[in-house]
């Protein structure tokens, strides 16, 4: 008896809990970062989510590539969090490119693709704020060359990484993945077993 005992015990100390399969990566939790949201309100982040399921991403809107597929996977992971009634999730797009990525162009960038603002926030802020979460975070953002049309237009590119992120609700990252190719149905599994 005392053998099937201790083998039951083994077997439950083996069995991940719910949220244990995802280690904690970083800790944003205690460090606020003040920035501005598309509406032009300033916001701490992430003491703004405090208490959800944050799908966080990395762009700006200048990316040719990778920031415009990552944005739309985030949008078809909203709907689809929508379409199984999964709530308590709010989507954040933080640009790391301050300087031309102003609330207003963040609002358009928001408005051109209809996505849903309802729990969806996109911010900027003062670029030395903005280096120190994308240290925080793991992103790079490298300028990479730019071009200067005739028409005195210039067109620029960042080499960055390609990421979104699972948040749990204390503000710790759990999970990383390629922002342009992520599997839809991985990170859905991965937020309702948080």
Same mark, same amino acid.
């Given at each position: 008896m005392q053998k099937v005992l201790i083998n039951c015990f083994l077997i439950l100390a083996l069995l991940p809990g719910c949220g244990n399969d995802f280690p904690v990566i970083e800790n944003l939790g205690g460090s606020n970062y003040q920035l501005t949201n598309q509406n032009e309100k300033e916001v701490l982040f992430p003491d703004f989510v405090k208490g959800k399921t944050v799908i966080a991403g990395y762009i700006f809107t200048n990316c040719p590539d990778i920031?415009?597929? $990552? $944005?739309?996977? +985030? @949008?078809?992971i909203q709907e689809r969090l929508e379409k199984e009634e999964v709530d308590n999730v709010q989507f954040v797009s933080i640009s790391f490119d301050p300087g031309n990525d102003t609330?207003?162009?963040?609002? /358009?960038?928001?408005?051109? @693709?209809n996505l849903d603002l309802n729990n969806w926030t996109f911010l900027t802020g003062d670029k030395p704020v *903005?280096? /120190?979460? +994308?240290?925080?975070?793991?992103v790079v953002a490298v300028p990479g060359d730019s071009t200067v049309f005739p028409s005195g237009k *210039?067109?620029?590119?960042?080499?960055? $990484?390609d990421r979104i992120q699972l948040i749990d609700s204390e503000g710790r990252i759990r999970k990383n993945y390629p922002g342009s190719s992520i599997n839809i149905d991985e990170i859905i599994n991965d937020i309702k077993s948080l």
């Open positions: 920031c415009p597929l $990552t $944005t739309n996977n +985030m @949008r078809l609330p207003g162009v963040l609002k /358009k960038f928001a408005e051109i @693709r *903005v280096d /120190k979460l +994308m240290k925080h975070v793991g *210039v067109s620029y590119y960042y080499i960055h $990484t």
